[in-house]
């Protein structure tokens, strides 16, 4: 690979003219050429409203000093006097972003509870919700099907957006009773969540509460 371009030379590509023989090599080159496609569009991703770059490079630089930079003195291992892919600032901003988005998913995750793992190939098990049945003196009777060792079921109603409104103590049976009074006012749909020692193991799509 004799002739490559280095990471931190692809931002300059774009000034070169047709004729200039980097530009020829990143042509003809597979490796060069998909490198230079995945640069675009890295630079292209723009950094969340709350992120902050000045953070995010500090602590980058920490983390190259700590783990990379001090390793390589107490080894010995020689460096090549080169620019530093991570000082280049299109660099930093999709550092940035790809560090807010990891932390957005992480907390999306941890405020809405465990989810069930799945692995490839493995069917994903679901809930099944029965149509809401309406009983005699008012009340509405809530059932479902059975998920192989769960220990518990959890119901909860929701508003029409889907965001929760009550969540009602979980439970062994796989079905529940609602007396008209036990209904919030708004609550139009509802779901339920398999348990297994606290951890939820599979859950319904929501459904309309309406009988």
Not at 25 to 38: Q, W
Not at 107 to 116: C, F, L, N, S
Not at 121 to 131: M, N, Y
């Amino acid at each position: 690979m004799d002739g490559c371009i280095p990471i931190e030379a692809l931002g300059t590509l774009d000034a070169l003219g047709p004729e200039d023989p980097t530009r020829r090599h990143v042509e003809t080159c597979a490796r060069c050429s998909a490198m230079l496609v995945a640069y675009r569009e890295f630079v292209r991703a723009a950094a969340p409203p709350a992120a902050s770059v000045l953070d995010a490079d500090t602590r980058l630089a920490a983390f190259i000093a700590d783990r990379v930079e001090r390793v390589a003195v107490t080894t010995g291992a020689p460096r090549r006097p080169r620019g530093r892919w991570f000082e280049l600032p299109a660099f930093r901003i999709a550092a940035v972003a790809a560090a807010s988005a990891a932390i957005a998913v992480a907390v999306t995750q941890w405020r809405d509870g465990p989810e069930t793992t799945v692995l490839r190939g493995d069917p994903r098990v679901v809930v099944t919700l029965e149509a809401p049945r309406a009983l005699p003196d008012g009340a509405v009777e809530l059932a479902w099907s059975s998920v192989p060792d769960a220990d518990g079921y959890q119901v909860v109603l929701l508003r029409d957006d889907l965001s929760e409104i009550v969540r009602f103590p979980a439970s062994a049976d796989e079905r529940l009773t609602l007396d008209r009074a036990a209904i919030p006012a708004g609550a139009t749909h509802w779901q339920v969540a398999a348990l297994r020692e606290g951890a939820v193991v599979a859950e319904s799509t929501p459904e309309s509460l309406s009988p």
